[in-house]
């Protein structure tokens, strides 16, 4: 399997923009993840879907920030509009759930700078 | 609420001497723990897990965790340390038996000196 997917590998864009992260899951899993990590914060949990449906978006920094799994193969972070703050790399994980404590398979990860 | 403490912020360690990274953590049920590590620029990987069992479990590239359960512990060890092993390494835990969100430490940074 070619594990994790996420696009793009690095995003740079303006203030105000609006910024698509995708993630494509390891094939089978059912449990989606997305994380976000800066040296200030450390690595910070923003949303995770069990089976396509949101479970827990309570990491979601504010309004700005959206996503969703269309599919069992794909999700997206969205961030509209963009700010300086957000700069930060954006992790997607997933793991497979419900049968016991399986391990969570991180992405590449997508760098992305906001100025 | 589940929680997870790596007391060290950066661990410093002679390449062939013992090392070991430190992890406490807090559940109400069950824990189940994991250790990843980081290489830069690329994203966590998998090392080892303790879900129930032997207190001792073995991982990746020689590592290993002992699980106590009376300290709340969970350290993270390998008898010989490696220059490639200096990374960044994450402790965390889930509650057994609650919602699959594993909670992750802040990391410790491991420098292997040559």
């Known amino acids: 399997d070619a594990g994790v997917i996420q696009s793009p590998r690095h995003e740079v864009t303006e203030m105000g923009q609006e910024v698509t992260l995708r993630c494509k899951p390891i094939?089978?899993?059912?449990?989606l993840f997305w994380y976000r990590q800066t040296m200030m914060r450390g690595l910070e949990l923003l949303i995770y879907?069990?089976?396509?449906?949101?479970?827990?978006d309570s990491g979601m920094p504010e309004d700005r920030f959206s996503a969703k799994m269309p599919n069992a193969s794909f999700s997206t972070l969205k961030i509209q509009p963009s700010e300086p703050r957000d700069s930060a790399v954006y992790f997607c994980a997933s793991s497979l759930t419900g049968q016991g404590p399986y391990e969570q398979y991180f992405g590449p990860g997508t760098r992305l700078t906001v100025t | 609420a589940q929680s997870v403490a790596q007391p060290e912020d950066q661990v410093n360690v002679a390449e062939g001497n013992p090392l070991t990274v430190k992890c406490t953590y807090s559940?109400?049920?069950?824990?189940?723990l994991f250790w990843y590590v980081q290489y830069p620029n690329r994203g966590l990987q998998f090392l080892l897990k303790?879900?129930?069992?032997?207190?001792l479990v073995k991982g990746s590239y020689g590592f290993e965790a002992e699980f106590n359960k009376s300290q709340t512990s969970f350290h993270l060890k390998k008898p010989s340390a490696l220059v490639s092993d200096s990374a960044l390494y994450f402790c965390a835990v889930r509650d057994g038996g609650r919602d699959d969100k594993i909670i992750f430490g802040k990391g410790t940074r491991l420098h292997i000196l040559p």
């Open positions: 303790y879900i129930t069992g032997d207190n």
């Open positions: 879907f069990n089976n396509n449906v949101p479970i827990d």
């Open positions: 094939s089978g899993h059912n449990s």
């Open positions: 559940v109400s049920g069950n824990p189940y």
